[in-house]
């Protein structure tokens, strides 16, 4: 687990001791050595000059903010749950996702380099309270049991799980994903599912740089129990350079390294090409692509996640997953989506993976993504998917 910090992984508490931005996130940034995480970006790094503080949604944002972050936005988060295609395209064209390709940039050697970090302090966790009349806003139960993570078996090809790639300021680092459905382009999908911390820095940051998605990573088990192997075996369908990206705006104005409520928002969506263009889409290449189940009903899920956990015991070049069955809720701020919660021991690394849910005509779906977990990897934690993560993916469906 890495020092809180969006190149680590995103920590927070579960009934326990809050996992500091690692016990799931991306393994930490490598090269410095140690395995400490970078130290913080600078404001200026997302462009435009710094503001000064303001409150959005009943949150007090600090001062020294970019003000090209604050620009566009709502006055209240509640209002995202309204933008259209036009907004997001407006805000997006301010944020612009800058991931030029290096061709055969990304060798075993640098997938292989990133190492986790030390763990942060942990944060102040949510109380469990008594469930609402209501529904699930607010509310924050007590941990769920405790389920072991199992190896999925090979082969992992025909399965939407992969791998992601990405440099930051501190060195490399890596996170979980999946191949999702693209409502513009049925069976032609080049959409790729993860968590915002896996892409973009948060809070005073920008987005990462050489980000690629590696589906069916490491499928013929080659790189398994230490040992080196080739790129082909690695990235056995190949590596899929970013095009466009987006995440939530609350991600991006106040994401950070120790779990609260920005990870109520902690998504993202790329789209993603291979560099070696071989005239097939990611979906038609994988053979798989899951559709995204909006507004789930949370009393009917039976939720199962995937990731490739790096913290020992796990290694990071192996597929897991996790039965976690009807997830509990986890809440920082009531007037947000309250998060999904499962028993998984799961770790570092398997931050950004899917979790899956069957839909009433049968069709596997993804429900969530990996975000924060217990500094004990006793449970993870994702976020509820709803109207603003929605208009996201249509707003980058439609954007080709």
């Not at 690692?22 to 090269?31: E, K, L, M, N, Q």
């Not at 300021?169 to 069976?187: E, F, L, M």
């Not at 789209?271 to 189940?293: I, Y």
């Not at 956990?309 to 069955?325: A, H, I, N, R, V």
């Amino acid at each position: 687990m890495p020092t809180i910090h969006r190149s680590a992984l995103a920590a927070a508490v579960v009934a326990g001791t809050l996992l500091a931005a690692s016990a799931c996130g991306p393994d930490g940034p490598a090269g410095d050595g140690g395995g400490s995480a970078a130290p913080p970006p600078s404001s200026a790094a997302a462009g435009g000059g710094a503001g000064g503080g303001g409150v959005i949604g009943g949150i007090t944002l600090p001062s020294g903010l970019p003000t090209s972050l604050l620009e566009g936005l709502p006055k209240t988060w509640d209002g995202l749950k309204k933008w259209k295609f036009e907004d997001w395209d407006t805000w997006a064209s301010k944020h612009v996702f800058n991931n030029p390709v290096v061709k055969d940039f990304w060798d075993p050697d640098k997938m292989g380099d990133s190492k986790p970090a030390d763990p942060a302090p942990p944060a102040s966790k949510p109380s469990p309270a008594t469930p609402k009349p209501a529904g699930d806003d607010g509310v924050t139960d007590p941990e769920p049991a405790v389920v072991n993570a199992v190896a999925v078996p090979r082969p992992y090809t025909r399965q939407p799980s992969g791998k992601v790639f990405f440099s930051a300021k501190g060195g490399r680092g890596n996170c979980s994903a999946t191949v999702i459905a693209d409502p513009q382009h049925p069976g032609r999908s080049n959409l790729v599912w993860t968590a915002g911390h896996c892409v973009h820095e948060g809070k005073g940051g920008s987005f990462y740089k050489d980000l690629v998605f590696v589906p069916a990573y490491n499928n013929s088990g080659a790189s398994s129990g230490g040992k080196r192997a080739p790129l082909s075996e690695l990235a056995p369908l190949g590596t899929w350079w970013a095009d466009q990206v987006t995440t939530s705006p609350q991600w991006m104005v106040e994401g950070g390294g120790t779990g609260d409520a920005a990870n109520q928002y902690d998504f993202a969506v790329m789209r993603v090409h291979n560099q070696n263009d071989t005239g097939k889409s990611l979906e038609e290449t994988v053979g798989s692509a899951v559709p995204v189940w909006f507004d789930a009903p949370r009393d009917k899920l039976n939720v199962s996640a995937t990731g490739y956990p790096l913290l020992k015991p796990f290694d990071g070049q192996e597929l897991y997953k996790c039965d976690g069955g009807k997830p509990t809720r986890l809440s920082f701020d009531a007037k947000r989506p309250t998060m999904l919660t499962i028993g998984c021991t799961m770790t570092q690394g398997s931050s950004g993976g899917g979790w899956f849910a069957t839909m009433p005509d049968g069709r596997t779906a993804l429900v969530s993504n990996t975000s924060i977990g217990t500094q004990d990897h006793t449970s993870l934690s994702g976020p509820y998917l709803e109207a603003v993560a929605k208009q996201a993916l249509d707003w980058i469906s439609r954007k080709q």
